[in-house]
């Protein structure tokens, strides 16, 4: 019995490395591997941000725009990393003033709103980048106007910023108020910055008179949600919409990522900038 329940662990051990290599596995179309390649496709579109962009624990609204059909031609780059906050997209910049995109789509402040929620929040995020400061209001706006403006002065790219979605989806809930000031932060400083702003954040909330929950669940400080959503579409055949659904969540899967309702929305928005903008 004994040797039984060894094995069962062991099982685990194995299958849960293999869902955690899933989830963490790099794009392979990222900013270094995009560098070191010679492609004659134009325009070079980046997709700078977070794990919503990375798309790994999240609807991957990316490789969604790339298959696009009217898009064979164009090279898309999907810089998205699990956890990023400003600080580290601008870690990441001397990597995008190399390859010098024509477009830069820019979806972050969701990890930075999550470190200032509390503490134990903050240590999380401590640990994983070494932080040295606090994270607030204030460090996430400027560093988002550091990016903006690099990216301006430092390569000839276009730039449209997303306001961060949602966190959580009940809109009396103090994560979700916070996720609101963040992007009206983000909406003031890109127009200040004279940069493309497109409001995800506003269209999320808007939808959400449109269905018909009666109970919108707040966002709550745990990991397991979040682990079991990755666990779940990894080992099973749901879709991020099944996993949304059965955690009680219209646009999200865990209370933070984007399933495929609310991912079609930023992918709306994003084709809207490149395939309209495109000569005829």
Request: hydrophobic fraction near 35%.
């Amino acid at each position: 019995m004994k040797h039984l329940s060894k094995l069962w662990v062991l099982i685990f051990f194995v299958f849960e490395s293999c869902v955690i290599f899933q989830a963490t596995r790099v794009p392979s179309n990222n900013l270094k591997a995009t560098i070191t390649k010679t492609s004659a496709k134009t325009p070079k579109i980046v997709f700078l941000g977070d794990s919503i962009t990375h798309g790994r624990v999240s609807y991957d609204y990316v490789d969604s725009i790339a298959k696009h059909p009217s898009l064979n031609n164009t090279l898309v780059i999907n810089e998205g990393i699990n956890g990023r906050l400003t600080l580290q997209i601008i870690e990441q910049l001397n990597d995008l003033k190399e390859l010098n995109p024509d477009i830069v789509f820019l979806l972050i402040g969701t990890n930075d709103l999550m470190a200032s929620l509390s503490a134990d929040e903050y240590k999380r995020y401590e640990s994983l980048w070494n932080l040295k400061e606090p994270v607030t209001e204030e460090s996430f706006s400027n560093h988002l106007r550091t990016i903006i403006k690099t990216i301006k002065t430092d390569t000839k790219a276009k730039i449209i910023v997303f306001s961060l979605p949602v966190l959580g989806e009940d809109p009396n809930s103090i994560p979700f108020q916070k996720s609101k000031r963040f992007a009206e932060l983000t909406k003031n400083i890109v127009n200040q910055e004279k940069a493309i702003y497109k409001p995800l954040h506003e269209t999320l909330s808007k939808g959400f008179e449109e269905t018909k929950l009666k109970d919108r669940k707040p966002y709550i400080q745990s990991t397991w949600g979040m682990y079991w959503a990755i666990l779940k579409y990894y080992s099973t055949t749901a879709s991020w919409n099944d996993i949304g659904d059965s955690n009680g969540y219209y646009y999200l899967t865990d209370a933070i990522h984007l399933n495929e309702r609310g991912g079609k929305i930023l992918e709306g928005m994003a084709l809207e900038e490149i395939i309209s903008k495109e000569p005829r």
